[in-house]
T-cell receptor, first 110, second 117 residues
């Protein structure tokens, strides 16, 4: 069983839609949860970071962590064509080693 | 300021040859990570350097892989006797530090695309 599971998609939505991206994980000791965005032929860039459980909002982006279900989500409101990218979830126990999902490819159609 | 840079951007080599991939982290960043990204496999952790501490090599897939970081700055990932399954994008990331207050942002380079024929 992989440490982190993520549906690779691809996911295609119309502009303005709400997008929901999800990951599940197996290690209940994970404390740090991150979402990265990766454009084609570029390195990932950090979008959201959450410690332990709860929600975090930043503009059009909301990250949720449900440790009881071992499930994390990223919501994108009012999606834009510029949001088209691959979204990677990542988790860590202490920060020395990160476990990444395989990424979900998102296309927002104008 | 400059971000993380990696060279070369693309490398094509023949099976059995050795390759060296270079990473220049952001100046002042004490932590440096190497990852491998294969199609459909996500990012695979390879090795982590933090300051003057011994590196965490737990992610290196075989003894053909090694990495060093000179002077706490530039890092080189070396793959000896390359195999076709080594073909992937190799990503480097650096961060200021992993502090008690939480995670520092990892800044990724653009990666080196390695193709082993």
């Amino acid at each position: 069983q992989k440490e982190v599971e993520q549906d690779p998609g691809p996911l295609s939505v119309p502009e303005g839609a709400i997008v929901s991206l999800n990951c599940t994980y197996s290690n209940s000791a994970f404390q740090y949860f991150m979402w990265y965005r990766q454009y084609s032929r570029k390195g990932p860039e950090l979008l959201m970071y959450t410690y332990s459980s709860g929600n975090k909002e930043d503009g059009r982006f909301t990250a949720q962590v449900d440790k009881s279900s071992k499930y994390i989500s990223l919501f994108i409101r009012d999606s834009q064509p510029s949001d088209s990218a691959t979204y990677l979830c990542a988790m860590s126990l202490t920060g020395n080693q990160f476990y990444f999902g395989t990424g979900t490819s998102l296309t927002v159609i104008p | 300021g400059a971000g993380v840079s990696q060279s070369p951007s693309n490398k094509v080599t023949e099976k059995g040859k050795d390759v060296e991939l270079r990473c220049d982290p952001i100046s002042g960043h004490t932590a440096l990570y190497w990852y491998r990204q294969s199609l459909g496999q996500g990012l695979e952790f390879l090795i982590y350097f933090q300051g003057n501490s011994a590196p965490d090599k737990s992610g290196l897939p075989s003894d053909r892989f090694s990495a060093e970081r000179t002077g706490g700055s530039v890092s080189t990932l070396t793959i000896q006797r390359t195999q076709q399954e080594d073909s992937a994008v190799y990503l480097c990331a650096s961060s200021l530090r992993w502090g008690l207050t939480g995670a520092d942002t990892q800044y990724f380079g653009p990666g080196t695309r390695l193709t082993v024929l």
